[in-house]
């Protein structure tokens, strides 16, 4: 492991506090970043977050996709754990925490605003960003691949009734546009780019000198561009996070807990099933992490831009490249 990867932890603070410092300093003048905007979708951060999938999508070798279905345990614990297991554990402690155990700083209204909040991170599992982490601990990027596509499948018919379900509401639309949008920039775009890329380099230049010289050569810049996504988004929420501290901390502590408590489930019945270490990795990571676009347009949408529920939202997205990349870590230090 180089040296910039090894200290990655690091890197990571130091962009956080730049972030919130930038913001800060720049004031309102940073929205004019944070509002350019396609349904809904941050181009800036889109755009970095496509640099990220970038270097597992070129990698991918889609003529082996056929063969995934050798293996179906890891799809069968994909779908397990993002809509039998952790829509309903996301609202059980949101529920704990937010309606209990922080009941004496909390009124009941804004309690049950981010209750809402916490349940649509629930009900959204990760896309786009499942790649990187995948990416980070060796997981097969072809059966990464299929397990997310499975996964935005089921979205589309499984979202809707679960977040009415669990939040006893009847009328909830859903923002489509941002849902196709985010598919097409963080997944299909950068996935044609990674094929095209794919074929004609190593029809010019050889097998060998792809994975020896590309690669090796591609993956800075992986990691550069989720640095500098925690930059951008801690400095779009600097001043919120400036103004209330107390708050962002009473919501990151049940979102922390479930991101881990789920990891650790999908990783215990994964080890059951005896899945290879390069399945089970990204597919625990899936059930970890959140599709946050969605959910933070389906917030906004259902309860304003500056209520507890997108609050929540927010905070899901400032919170998890930190809590992902301490489990990327667990992961590589748990490969078998």
Same mark, same amino acid.
């Given at each position: 492991?180089?040296y910039f990867?090894? =200290?990655l932890s690091i890197? /990571?603070?130091?962009?956080i506090?730049?972030g919130? !410092?930038l913001?800060?300093?720049?004031g @309102?003048?940073i @929205?004019?970043?944070?509002?350019?905007?396609?349904?809904n /979708?941050?181009? %800036? /951060?889109?755009?970095?977050?496509?640099?990220?999938?970038f270097?597992m999508?070129?990698?991918?070798?889609?003529?082996s996709?056929?063969?995934?279905?050798?293996?179906?345990? *890891?799809l069968v614990?994909?779908?397990?754990?993002?809509?039998l297991?952790k829509?309903?554990?996301?609202?059980?402690?949101?529920?704990?925490f937010?309606?209990?155990?922080?009941s004496?700083?909390l009124?009941p209204a804004?309690?049950?605003?981010y209750?809402? *909040?916490?349940?649509?991170?629930?009900?959204?599992?990760c896309?786009a960003?499942?790649f990187?982490w995948?990416y980070?601990?060796?997981?097969?990027?072809? =059966?990464?691949l299929v397990?997310?596509?499975?996964?935005?499948?089921v979205?589309?018919?499984?979202?809707i009734?679960i977040?009415?379900?669990?939040l006893?509401v009847?009328?909830?639309?859903?923002? =489509?546009?941002t849902?196709i @949008?985010s598919?097409?920039i963080f997944?299909?775009?950068?996935?044609?780019? *990674? $094929?095209?890329?794919?074929?004609?380099?190593?029809?010019?230049?050889?097998l060998?000198?792809?994975?020896?010289?590309?690669l090796?050569k591609?993956?800075?810049?992986?990691?550069?561009? !989720?640095? @500098?996504?925690?930059v951008l988004?801690f400095?779009f929420?600097?001043?919120?996070i400036i103004?209330?501290?107390?708050n962002?901390?009473?919501i990151?502590?049940p979102?922390?807990?479930?991101t =881990?408590?789920?990891?650790?489930v999908?990783?215990g019945?994964?080890?059951? !099933?005896?899945?290879?270490?390069?399945? $089970?990795? %990204?597919g625990?990571m899936?059930?970890?992490?959140?599709?946050?676009e969605?959910?933070?347009?389906?917030a906004?949408?259902?309860f304003g831009?500056n209520?507890?529920?997108?609050?929540v939202?927010?905070?899901g /997205?400032?919170?998890?490249?930190?809590?992902?990349?301490s489990?990327?870590k667990l992961?590589n230090k748990w490969r078998y």
């Amino acid at each position: 492991m180089g040296y910039f990867e090894r =200290y990655l932890s690091i890197w /990571v603070g130091l962009c956080i506090l730049g972030g919130i !410092l930038l913001g800060k300093l720049m004031g @309102s003048s940073i @929205s004019a970043l944070s509002e350019m905007n396609i349904a809904n /979708v941050n181009i %800036p /951060v889109a755009s970095l977050v496509w640099l990220m999938i970038f270097p597992m999508m070129v990698q991918i070798d889609f003529s082996s996709i056929k063969d995934v279905g050798r293996n179906p345990k *890891g799809l069968v614990l994909t779908l397990l754990i993002n809509w039998l297991v952790k829509p309903f554990t996301m609202a059980f402690f949101a529920w704990i925490f937010f309606d209990k155990l922080f009941s004496a700083f909390l009124t009941p209204a804004l309690a049950s605003e981010y209750i809402a *909040g916490a349940i649509l991170l629930g009900a959204a599992p990760c896309t786009a960003m499942v790649f990187v982490w995948s990416y980070l601990t060796k997981g097969d990027p072809e =059966y990464t691949l299929v397990q997310v596509a499975i996964n935005d499948l089921v979205l589309l018919i499984a979202f809707i009734p679960i977040v009415k379900f669990l939040l006893g509401v009847t009328q909830i639309s859903i923002p =489509y546009d941002t849902l196709i @949008s985010s598919v097409v920039i963080f997944i299909v775009i950068p996935l044609l780019a *990674g $094929l095209m890329c794919n074929r004609l380099l190593i029809k010019n230049f050889g097998l060998e000198w792809f994975k020896s010289v590309f690669l090796v050569k591609l993956k800075p810049i992986s990691i550069l561009a !989720l640095l @500098s996504t925690l930059v951008l988004l801690f400095a779009f929420q600097g001043e919120k996070i400036i103004e209330s501290p107390f708050n962002i901390l009473l919501i990151a502590i049940p979102l922390t807990i479930q991101t =881990y408590f789920i990891f650790f489930v999908a990783w215990g019945i994964g080890r059951k !099933l005896k899945l290879p270490h390069k399945i $089970l990795s %990204p597919g625990a990571m899936i059930g970890a992490s959140n599709f946050f676009e969605l959910a933070v347009a389906v917030a906004i949408t259902l309860f304003g831009l500056n209520s507890g529920a997108a609050l929540v939202t927010v905070v899901g /997205v400032l919170i998890e490249v930190p809590v992902m990349l301490s489990l990327v870590k667990l992961a590589n230090k748990w490969r078998y």
